[in-house]
């Protein structure tokens, strides 16, 4: 069994950063690839970013340029950082691991971006 926890949400000003972790534990050596999606209210939970254990990473349209994931193996972690953040990134942040097909989510973090 995997176990993904998310940190490193909060409050922050439009054009600002912050970053992200997603500290797996458990059966790690079964995880194939982590991503974070995030949800805002009334909406559904969407793929922002991913990466393979083979390094290749995916990125939704919108944050292109401005978001970057990566992973440190050694801490089992998995990081976005997120660059010139508008009010549209405001939603709760979700960590996934897919491991042995299936799929681990974390608790979610809350990001708010302030106009």
């Known amino acids: 069994q995997v176990q993904v926890a998310e940190s490193g949400g909060g409050l922050v000003q439009a054009g600002g950063s912050l970053r992200l972790s997603c500290a797996a534990s458990g059966s790690i050596f079964s995880i194939s690839a982590m991503g974070w999606y995030r949800q805002a209210p009334g909406n559904q939970r969407d793929l922002v970013a991913s990466i393979t254990n083979s390094g290749i990473t995916n990125y939704a349209d919108s944050v292109k340029g401005r978001f970057t994931i990566s992973r440190d193996n050694v801490k089992n972690t998995v990081y976005l950082q997120m660059n010139s953040l508008k009010p549209e990134d405001t939603a709760v942040y979700y960590c996934?691991?897919?491991?042995?097909?299936?799929?681990?989510w974390g608790q979610g973090t809350q990001v708010t971006v302030s106009s």
């Open positions: 996934k691991a897919l491991a042995g097909g299936r799929q681990m």
